[in-house]
């Protein structure tokens, strides 16, 4: 049998992302920047609603820009969602700054605006991260308002929700940056890369100027501060051109997966799901389900994919849990806890056919017969 994927690249049968490419090798434009990278990042802002944007090496590497360009430095306190990938929060230690975790709200994957208020309370962060796990959206508009009353900047990790709009604006676009992660395993994909998204036009040039290696804008090589090697190479935005035509394709795609499981386990009584409320549409990366029971764990059903050649992926193990984090303030904590005790995320491949769909389920649904 085939293997049957959490989540692979998925490239347009009408080979937009070759055309692109080939296009770069026509013009010897195989180095560093050139028009792919230009338009990737014209027509993604474009597309998201927004007015500027960087091409970078990764969203790791938009989340550290992000964090340099609200101004934290050594010293300061970030706030940041505990249940996620370590990504969203290892930039925090790139800039010698603290996180203090913030748990998820009970109905959703993500920040819990009441954790968010307490924190305040004893905490000055210099910056909050909220993410959008899974494709959901957080209760963003209220963050935001919550961060506007402290005065202290939103940065959205944004990496799993490229395609998710909620109240009629896409996630990455609500905080003060945004970022967009185009990882072999996102919704879509340049093998590797990411976007830093603002309407602060200064602050995405600066993170444009760190991205380049701080160079000045001299003729010879001058260097004031110290910088990075962030970009995207104008191949790799080549790739991520043509993924943006076929976004919507796969949202679509990734929605109907999720339909699938939530009918096929309807009469299941211990499983449930989170879902998108009536005021977003969600990009359902990956489709998760939460099993409330004592003898059936999410490992056990791992397992049994795994025998049969399918992959699963448990819930991201909580920041405040992490033998390299402990240490640090969390608010709450339990939530997520939980969520990552009784959770798995099933496969979301796009690729997936129907046939391959319903034997993920009959594996799964063999466990309550
Ligand atoms: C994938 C991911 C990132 C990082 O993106 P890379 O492009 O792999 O560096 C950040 N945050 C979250 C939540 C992610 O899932």
Avoid at 132 to 143: N, Q
Avoid at 261 to 273: G, H, N, Q, T
Wanted: include cysteine; proline fraction near 3%.
């Amino acid at each position: 049998m085939e293997r049957i994927h959490l989540a692979s690249p998925h490239m347009s049968t009408e080979g937009y992302e070759k055309q692109y490419v080939q296009q770069a090798f026509e013009t010897n434009w195989i180095a560093p920047l050139g028009e792919n990278v230009d338009s990737f990042e014209n027509e993604l802002a474009e597309m998201v609603g927004t007015s500027h944007a960087t091409a970078l090496s990764s969203g790791t590497a938009a989340i550290h820009l992000a964090l340099k360009a609200v101004g934290v430095g050594k010293g300061d306190i970030v706030f940041a969602q505990t249940l996620t990938f370590s990504a969203t929060v290892n930039p925090i230690f790139y800039q010698h700054a603290t996180p203090v975790f913030i748990d998820s709200e009970i109905g959703s994957w993500n920040m819990d605006p009441n954790k968010l208020r307490e924190a305040f309370k004893l905490y000055k962060p210099k910056a909050v991260i909220a993410v959008h796990l899974y494709g959901l959206s957080a209760k963003i508009d209220e963050i935001k308002a919550i961060c506007e009353e402290n005065n202290v900047p939103l940065i959205e990790d944004a990496a799993e929700s490229l395609g998710t709009i909620y109240k009629g604006q896409w996630t990455g676009t609500y905080g003060d940056y945004g970022i967009f992660s185009f990882n072999g395993n996102k919704i879509i994909t340049t093998s590797g890369g990411g976007m830093l998204v603002s309407q602060n036009k200064d602050g995405i040039n600066k993170a444009r100027f760190w991205a380049t290696q701080a160079r000045e804008n001299a003729l010879h090589y001058q260097h004031e501060d110290i910088g990075y090697n962030y970009r995207l190479s104008n191949v790799l935005a080549g790739i991520g051109r043509g993924q943006l035509k076929v976004l919507e394709d796969r949202v679509e795609k990734k929605r109907r997966i999720f339909e699938k499981y939530v009918e096929a386990f309807k009469d299941i009584e211990e499983i449930s799901f989170i879902k998108e409320t009536s005021e977003e549409r969600a990009n359902y990366w990956l489709s998760a389900i939460l099993i409330d029971s004592d003898t059936i764990t999410p490992n056990v059903i791992f397992e049994a994919l795994n025998a049969e050649n399918i992959e699963s992926r448990p819930i991201w193990k909580p920041m405040h849990m992490q033998p390299v984090f402990n240490k640090y303030d969390v608010i709450g904590g339990d939530v997520s806890a939980s969520y990552f005790k009784k959770g798995l995320c099933l496969p979301s491949d796009t690729k997936m056919t129907l046939h391959e769909q319903d034997r993920v389920i009959s594996i799964i649904k063999s466990f309550w017969n």
